[in-house]
């Protein structure tokens, strides 16, 4: 048996509403960007607390591909054979992973004419790699939400449903808590304006249908998308040139 698609297409009333509210969730961001006029920075965890972060992280991992074994195992013994569709997709997010990775190095390392402290080489390096893992679970996050009772589960249908998504779930959440780790990670109107692109792009990518990336239309809505989710985590570790402006134009006074 060939799969067709990862998950059913929207039609009908659900995919208007659900259009709607992705429309109505970017205004909000649009909003809270037009309100945000200083950079919110989070309170970096302590040691023990990352510790429990990053093994909370490593066995969600597990559970998520223990889970996945064990649904695709259930969905053999009961449809027998399978193979799904042709996926166009990961080559673009690990180049898109690649690029974001080296920006967010370069934004956050020292300038190449200082000598470059070996802390500050590893807080830049640090920052890549949080911001890399985070990257896609941003696309992925709302994803998943989207399409979570839309997919082609074996049955019982809910069971398996919840035994993929939950550890997946942890695994995003605590890809956006890693963010915290970095030093130079900071919340501006920057983050919100394209995160609020994000969604315009998944409300129109609803609008028609929100189908698998199989037509030329769905794989150009699902890279652009996942292009704007980079983004947006290459936005959280931008320089506030003018925050540094005014406090330079402070000092001198």
């Known amino acids: 048996m060939t799969i067709s698609a990862d998950w059913a297409p929207f ?24 309100q945000l006029h200083h950079p919110l920075v989070a309170a970096k965890p302590g040691k ?16 998520f591909f223990v889970a996945f074994g064990a ?14 569709p042709t996926n166009h997709i990961t080559p673009f997010t690990m180049l898109f992973g690649l690029i974001s990775f080296f920006i967010i190095f370069f934004l956050t390392a ?7 402290h070996p802390g500050q080489f590893w807080v830049a390096v640090g920052s890549a790699m949080v911001g890399t893992i985070a990257a896609p679970m941003i696309f992925e996050f709302p994803f998943d939400l989207i399409v979570l009772w839309h ?10 449903t919840l035994l993929f998504f939950l550890p997946l779930f942890a695994v ?18 920057t983050t919100l304006y394209l995160l609020a692109g994000l969604f315009f792009l998944f409300a129109i990518w609803m609008a028609f249908g929100f189908g698998y990336p199989s037509t030329p239309l769905f794989f150009a809505f699902n890279v652009s998308s996942k292009l704007v989710a ?11 040139r003018k925050a540094a402006a005014q406090n330079l134009e402070q000092g001198g006074q």
Not at 12 to 31: N, P, W
Not at 49 to 56: E, F, G, S
Not at 173 to 185: G, R, V, Y
Not at 230 to 239: C, G, I, Y
């Open 11 to 34: 039609t009908g009333g659900s995919r208007i509403i659900l259009a709607v509210v992705l429309l109505l969730i970017t205004g909000a961001l649009v909003f809270f960007g037009t």
């Open 48 to 63: 023990f607390l990352i510790a429990c972060i990053i093994v909370t992280w490593f066995l969600s991992v597990v559970a």
């Open 71 to 84: 649904y695709l195992l259930a969905l053999e013994a009961q449809v027998g054979s399978i193979s799904g």
């Open 110 to 116: 020292p300038s190449l004419t200082k000598a470059i």
């Open 151 to 160: 997919t082609h589960p074996p049955t019982p249908g809910a069971l398996y």
């Open 172 to 189: 995003e959440i605590l890809s956006f808590a890693m963010l915290t780790f970095s030093p130079n990670m900071k919340l501006s109107n």
């Open 230 to 240: 980079f983004a947006v985590t290459v936005s959280l570790f931008l320089p506030q």
